[in-house]
């Protein structure tokens, strides 16, 4: 590699995709995402959010909704609150 050639990096990966709020209700009596007037989502969860139980099924919920694979989903912020950033990757 000369002085001028750009380093590149195979593994590196780019994210193209969106970010949204998610407010998480766990414990719900279903599965189910609305979307919210503020253009934000809430997602029932049936998980209780115990050893990450809430954030695989709010995972799961999501990739079905927007019809994408489940490592497709990162949950970017506020893991351990109702209140998460989402990403999904295309």
């Known amino acids: ?38 253009g934000n989502l809430k997602a029932y969860i049936s998980a209780a959010p115990t050893d990450g139980k809430a954030n695989k099924a709010l995972i799961d919920l999501l990739a079905k909704h927007f019809k994408v694979r489940k490592r497709d989903i990162r949950i970017k912020s506020g893991k351990q ?3 998460k950033i989402v990403e999904v990757i295309n």
């Open 1 to 38: 590699m000369t002085p001028n050639e750009p380093h590149m990096r195979s593994h590196a990966r780019r994210s193209y995709g969106a970010r949204f709020s998610v407010r998480v209700i766990p414990r719900s009596s279903k599965n189910e995402i609305i979307k919210q007037p503020d």
């Open 81 to 83: 609150s109702r209140n």
